[in-house]
């Protein structure tokens, strides 16, 4: 079972990341248009919302990894942020362990190996050839990696896409256990609300490159426009339990 | 007769020595095709040079360096899939590169020779150009070894991380022109990708990192190079399709071999 969180506390102080009415266009069409995001020590913030809303390209514009066209984006001095990409796969020709693919970073390694091995469970694992890693095991060896940079923000594009249900419960319980042991800002991508209910502060609601509403898991479940957009998705399955009318597409 | 023979070998020694490095590279990066588009141009350097009345090598870095450049530049701006982008200049290059040998008046070249290699030929200025350059392309390899590695596992994590990517893609390109220049003499245009990939593909089989990899594929490829060349001598076969054919028949072998030995690649966790 997932532990009960502890809700941040009070977000005073300066945070991690803010950014302000980012913009960013590519071939004449806004991507993200004027969106404001704070991220603090601690806290875990979730981007939401359909495909091609722009989830993906917000989480790496506030990281540094796609330029903005416009808006303002401040670190705290000396921010380290791990990212950890969706796509990935190591070529089949490639004969590589994960010890060595835990270790195969450009910067000096911060964290101690077999500490963050296991932190992620992934200790077993250490010798194997990436290719023979599940998909789960894959997405743990990957925030192992990242963990070993010892950020101050984890910066995750859906760590539990492609994932089972049993499997995207495991990884954001990770997670969590992640930021209460460790105090870092983590800032999530994810298209499964239901899982994400029960484990983030603040969730974001991204549709056409705008953020249309804000807040707390449970103050959004009343949130109209977040009702046209996932009130179908709000399920139970999480522990954050809500009535809805039943209608003629429901399947229970 | 000896001397053609060591000279020989001693050439194409050099020569996997970095082929086998650079062609693991070559595979995991999944730039077969782009190596062969690369020295399919080099005939072009070498037209370059006739006219230019530089050092032939010198030309076809440069010519495969500006088409290195080219491929770039276009994957970024036309909307044509890799291979057909690929397919268009590798032909072009070498029809370009023939035609301008021809235009060449009063020059009368060893076309066979640069197009599937004279090692018999090698001269003591190429074994210096063999051996210098490979030092120099070893030793820049080794210093983006780490970017390169990272960014062939994953080009948006080593972005993140702050790895000098236009950096180590200048310099692999670089490096992979250097071979092609060298690789030229030894078995020709038309068969130069052929001694990146092939010791590499074998080299996999048995290979437990990215190290071992490069080293062994280098080892592969001076065992072909043996072999090739002494049935060459041998026989009196041509030389460099020769060592081709030793190097993809050691590789039949490897391939064979391999799965009744039970290291097959995803098998050898079982080992451990």
């Not at chain 1, 248009?33 to 991220?39: C, G, P, Q, S, Y």
């Not at chain 1, 796609?66 to 921010?79: E, H, M, N």
């Not at chain 2, 599937?116 to 350059?133: C, H, R």
């Not at chain 2, 190290?211 to 041509?238: C, H, I, K, N, Y």
């Amino acid at each position: 079972m997932s532990p009960v969180l502890p809700r941040p506390q009070a977000r005073a102080g300066t945070p991690l990341i803010e950014a302000r009415g980012l913009i960013v266009r590519r071939g004449g069409r806004a991507l993200l248009h004027e969106v404001d995001l704070e991220l603090h020590a601690g806290e875990l913030l979730t981007l939401v919302g359909p495909n091609g809303a722009g989830k993906s390209t917000l989480l790496k514009t506030v990281i540094g990894l796609i330029a903005k066209d416009a808006g303002s984006l401040k670190y705290r001095p000396g921010l380290r942020v791990a990212y950890v990409p969706q796509q990935f796969g190591v070529d089949a020709n490639l004969p590589l362990s994960v010890r060595r693919f835990l270790r195969l970073q450009v910067a000096p390694l911060r964290g101690d190996l077999a500490a963050v091995a296991a932190e992620t469970r992934i200790e077993r694992l250490l010798d194997r050839p990436m290719q023979a890693l599940s998909g789960g095991e894959s997405r743990r060896v990957l925030l192992a990696r990242a963990l070993l940079q010892e950020p101050d923000v984890l910066a995750l594009d859906e760590p539990a896409a492609g994932l089972d249900t049993a499997g995207q419960t495991e990884m954001y319980e990770l997670i969590q256990q992640v930021r209460e042991r460790r105090g870092c800002g983590v800032l999530v991508i994810s298209h499964d609300l239901h899982l994400v209910m029960a484990a983030t502060d603040q969730v974001l609601c991204l549709n056409e490159g705008k953020i249309f509403c804000r807040g707390a898991p449970q103050s959004l479940l009343e949130h109209p426009e977040y009702q046209t957009l996932f009130g179908h998705q709000a399920g139970p399955a999480t522990g954050v339990y809500t009535h809805h009318q039943h209608g003629p597409e429901c399947k229970h | 007769m000896d001397e053609f023979f060591y000279r020989a070998l001693a050439a194409g020694f050099g020569l996997a020595l970095l082929a086998g490095p650079l062609g693991s590279f070559v595979v995991w990066r999944r730039m077969a095709y782009f190596g062969d588009t690369l020295a399919h141009s080099a005939l072009l350097g070498v037209a370059l040079g006739f006219l230019l009345h530089i050092d032939l090598n010198l030309g076809v870095v440069a010519v495969c360096l500006l088409l290195a450049v080219t491929v770039v530049v276009l994957r970024s701006t036309q909307r044509l899939a890799d291979d057909t982008l690929l397919g268009i200049l590798s032909h072009s290059a070498l029809s370009l590169g023939l035609v301008a040998l021809a235009f060449i008046q009063g020059l009368r070249v060893d076309l066979m020779g640069y197009l599937f290699g004279d090692i018999l030929a090698v001269s003591d200025q190429d074994l210096l150009w063999i051996f210098g350059g490979g030092l120099l392309v070893l030793l820049l390899l080794a210093l983006i070894w780490r970017p390169l590695l990272l960014m062939t596992v994953s080009e948006e994590m080593a972005r993140a991380e702050g790895a000098p990517l236009l950096r180590t893609q200048l310099v692999f390109m670089a490096l992979m022109a250097i071979t092609i220049a060298i690789a030229m003499k030894i078995v020709g245009i038309l068969l130069v990708t052929s001694l990146l990939i092939i010791p590499a593909a074998t080299a996999r089989s048995f290979a437990r990192s990215p190290e071992q990899m490069a080293v062994a594929a280098a080892g592969v490829g001076m065992l072909a190079v043996t072999l090739g060349l002494g049935a060459s001598f041998r026989w009196d076969l041509p030389s460099g399709p020769a060592v081709v054919v030793a190097a993809a028949l050691l590789f039949a072998l490897v391939a064979g071999i391999a799965p009744v030995l039970g290291r097959d690649r995803l098998s050898w966790r079982v080992l451990r």
